[in-house]
């Protein structure tokens, strides 16, 4: 498997977590969150380019 396809998993699952952090604060940082979530997207967006990239052609 291709290790920058792992370490992309791996922000992505850190980004998760940071997430369900902040959402389980009693006053939770909104701005935070969404821009976690930005990030999260931009990456499984990576993901998915890179998962096509190594597909064999149909």
């Known amino acids: ?3 920058r396809l792992d370490n992309l ?3 992505h699952g ?3 977590s940071a997430v369900s952090t902040e959402t389980a604060r009693p006053a939770p ?6 821009e976690f979530k930005r990030r ?5 967006d990576l993901i998915a ?3 096509r990239m190594q597909a064999p052609a149909a």
């Not at 999260?40 to 499984?44: A, G």
């Open 1 to 3: 498997m291709d290790s």
């Open 9 to 11: 998993r791996s922000r």
């Open 14 to 16: 850190d980004l998760e």
């Open 29 to 34: 940082d909104f701005l935070r969150i969404r």
């Open 40 to 44: 999260k997207l931009r990456i499984r």
């Open 49 to 51: 380019i890179r998962e």
